[in-house]
């Protein structure tokens, strides 16, 4: 149980366009949504917390109108990278949080999407 | 704010060997503490947890302690196999419920 999904998991776009990446929580429901950025061979780093219906919280740095953020129901959560650039070229991430005992909230992380910005 | 500090890798070490990768941290409060593991094509797994001072998390024959006099969670396993190669997160996570990671360690294991 407790499986996040991602899709795609790879994509290449050009300079200029938009591309949206899904998130899936696949056998339960998630209030919370969490987008990561993973660099080569570095850690990954939090861009925003998403919560169902209403706006996401980014992170300090994050260009919000850049990464739209969308958490459209308990179950999915979608990335918008808008106008991407090849700088934008990363791994991004997602975890989707499960309610648990005491003050942790386990988060189940998605298996990633390559985008590469040409 | 909170940091994560994990050993530079990568690791590469042979099957059977003695496992260390270490991991100290700076957090105000009382974190939690966890250590993720990430196998090739995949998502991030747990690995194991410890949510306060002197509590051992263990699963699959990896452990690691809750040190808080040394603010530290080492990663240790008695005899590592092929199939342990993967890399290794060390994280935490404050009253926020935000994850903070360290940097990542690359662990390979030579037959």
């Known amino acids: 149980g407790a499986v996040v999904s991602q899709h795609p998991s790879w994509v290449i776009c050009k300079s200029g366009t938009s591309v949206k990446i899904e998130c899936r929580s696949l056998?339960?429901?998630?209030?919370?949504m969490f987008w990561y950025r993973q660099f080569p061979k570095q850690s990954l780093m939090l861009m925003a917390t998403s919560n169902e219906g209403s706006k996401a919280t980014y992170e300090q740095g994050v260009e919000k109108d850049k990464f739209l953020i969308n958490h459209a129901s308990l179950t999915l959560s979608t990335l918008t990278v808008t106008s991407a650039h090849p700088e934008d070229s990363s791994f991004y991430i997602c975890?989707?949080?499960?309610?648990?005992?005491?003050?942790?909230?386990?988060?189940?992380f998605g298996p990633g999407t390559r985008l590469t910005v040409l | 704010g909170n940091s994560v500090t994990q050993m530079e890798g990568p690791v590469t070490l042979s099957e059977e060997a003695f496992l260390t990768i270490n991991c100290t941290y700076t957090?105000?409060?009382?974190?939690?503490l966890f250590w993720y593991v990430q196998y090739p094509g995949e998502g991030l797994q747990l690995l194991l947890k410890a949510t306060k001072a002197d509590d051992k998390g263990s699963n699959k024959g990896f452990e690691a302690t809750y040190r808080k006099e040394t603010t530290s969670f080492h990663l240790e396993k008695g005899s590592v196999q092929v199939s342990d190669s993967a890399v290794y997160f060390c994280a935490l996570t404050s009253l926020t419920q935000k994850l903070v990671f360290g940097q990542g360690t690359r662990l390979t294991i030579n037959p």
């Open positions: 975890s989707a949080s499960l309610p648990g005992q005491g003050s942790y909230n386990e988060q189940f």
């Open positions: 056998d339960f429901q998630a209030t919370t």
């Open positions: 957090a105000t409060g009382y974190p939690s």
